[in-house]
Structures are given as C-alpha cells and as structure tokens.
C-alpha cells in the first residue's frame, strides 16, 4: 500500500481534533517532565528525565484520545510493571514511544509493541498504486487494523533546549519492527484532511486487483519475528 493511500485512511478513521491535540499536549507534557525533574541533581536528573516523558507521553496521548472520543485504555504490560496508553478505533490501534533516534532504529521489541506492531502484518513493503489513489478507510475491514506509534523525538542530552521534542511523528512499523510504512510528521498528517478528495471510494473490484500487487512480503524469518527477551518497562 502506498504511503499516500495509508494517510488517506488514517485520515478517514480518525478526527482531526485527535491529531490536533496530539501535536498540543505531546509539547506541554515534555515540558512539564523537565520542569518537575530539574531540581534533581546529576548523575540521576538525566535518568528521572526519560521516564518521566515516557509517563506525561502517554498521558498527553489519552488525554487527546479522551478529547476526540475515542477509545483509550491503561494497558498493561506482561509481565506487569507498568502501564501504557492504548487508543482504539475500529481501523487503528495507537500507543506513544519516546526515542532520540525517530525511526531511524527499532525500539526495543517489547511484547506490547511486538503486538501493536503485529496489527500490520497484512501490510506489504510499498508499491506503485497510483491508479488506486482513492482509498476509503473502510476497506481496512477486509484484512485488518493498523498499528502505530505516536513517535516523540527527544533532544539529544547536549541539545539546549531539553524542555521540548524535536518532533511528533505518526510511526507505522512492518510487523516485526524493522522497517516502516508510514513515517509522518503530525503537522503534515493535520494538513492531510484539508486535501482529502470528497469521494474518496476503493471499490471492491479494485481491491482484488491492488491485492493481487502486493505479493511482495516483509523480510523476515522466525526467529526475526520473536520478541526480545526484555521487560516490557521503558
């Protein structure tokens, strides 16, 4: 599927107020981890950093959710230490990650991301698809959701400005975590909905077609496919 295609129905399986506040709250959530982290001294300030942007990460993440209705839940990991933000649609299925490297390295494969990572597995490495541009969200339905990741990038420790992220991202991994379908800034993703064709329809008898295209699968072997073996804790 083509990255403009897989825009289109994110674009279409979700309001532009979620992405909106996503872009809002992700900024003021770093924020607040640096100033309530700054008094502590070194060598630990560096350290109570990271965690907490991964804590106010996932809770900017369930307040967008909670702001456009959509489902949210504090899911658990396995085994249990902490717990992350999951966002549900019928068509997504969304999780926050704070890295320094975007999707340049894989994160961790830790078994909640290997799982929403999995969602994808009905998803191929990119195709020419131009002559099925139009695509509706729905026709996700006929083979599955997709997952992603609300990708924060944090500033590198020497970076003076350590109070914000140098981007929001929307991250849609292969299914094993090593390569990607969507790597997209949220301003650009909000700025999609603007230029979203009115009839945006893939017809049933085109999707056979663009199926028949995708016949080149994600690289990988079994044991490529298993989680590390590593705490689910950031």
Same mark, same amino acid.
């Given at each position: 599927?083509?990255?403009?295609? &897989?825009?289109?129905?994110?674009?279409?399986?979700?309001?532009?107020?979620?992405?909106?506040?996503?872009?809002?709250?992700?900024? %003021?959530?770093?924020?607040?981890?640096?100033?309530?982290?700054?008094?502590?001294?070194?060598?630990? =300030?560096?350290?109570?950093?990271? =965690?907490?942007?991964?804590?106010?990460?996932?809770?900017?993440?369930?307040?967008?959710?909670?702001? %456009?209705?959509?489902?949210?839940? %504090?899911?658990?990991?396995?085994?249990?230490?902490?717990?992350?933000?999951?966002?549900?649609?019928?068509?997504?299925? &969304?999780?926050? &990650? $704070?890295?320094? $490297?975007?999707?340049?390295?894989?994160?961790?494969?830790?078994?909640?991301?290997?799982?929403?990572?999995?969602? *994808?597995?009905?998803?191929?490495?990119? $195709?020419?698809?131009?002559?099925?541009?139009?695509?509706?969200?729905?026709?996700?339905?006929?083979?599955?959701?997709?997952?992603?990741?609300?990708?924060?990038?944090?500033?590198?420790?020497?970076?003076?400005?350590?109070?914000?992220?140098?981007?929001?991202?929307?991250?849609?991994?292969?299914?094993?975590?090593?390569?990607?379908?969507?790597?997209?800034?949220?301003?650009?993703?909000?700025?999609?909905?603007?230029? &979203?064709?009115?009839?945006?329809?893939?017809?049933?008898?085109?999707?056979?077609?663009?199926?028949? *295209?995708?016949?080149?699968?994600?690289?990988?072997?079994?044991?490529?496919?298993?989680?590390?073996? =590593?705490?689910?804790?950031?």
């Amino acid at each position: 599927m083509t990255s403009s295609a &897989l825009t289109s129905a994110i674009c279409q399986s979700t309001s532009k107020q979620f992405w909106m506040e996503c872009d809002e709250y992700f900024p %003021a959530g770093f924020k607040l981890a640096f100033d309530e982290t700054r008094p502590i001294d070194e060598p630990w =300030q560096p350290t109570a950093l990271g =965690q907490h942007r991964t804590f106010r990460s996932h809770e900017a993440l369930r307040r967008a959710a909670r702001g %456009a209705d959509l489902v949210e839940e %504090a899911s658990h990991t396995s085994p249990r230490g902490w717990r992350y933000c999951e966002v549900t649609t019928s068509d997504l299925t &969304l999780t926050a &990650l $704070v890295t320094k $490297v975007g999707a340049k390295r894989p994160p961790r494969r830790t078994k909640y991301r290997m799982t929403i990572a999995g969602c *994808n597995h009905w998803l191929h490495p990119p $195709v020419s698809l131009d002559l099925f541009s139009e695509f509706e969200a729905s026709s996700i339905e006929k083979d599955g959701k997709i997952g992603g990741f609300l990708t924060i990038v944090a500033p590198p420790s020497h970076h003076p400005a350590q109070d914000c992220p140098l981007g929001v991202y929307l991250w849609v991994p292969y299914s094993n975590l090593r390569g990607t379908h969507l790597y997209l800034p949220i301003s650009t993703l909000i700025s999609s909905y603007d230029t &979203l064709p009115t009839n945006s329809v893939l017809s049933d008898m085109a999707w056979p077609k663009i199926k028949q *295209n995708l016949k080149q699968v994600e690289d990988t072997d079994n044991q490529s496919d298993q989680p590390d073996n =590593q705490s689910d804790q950031p």
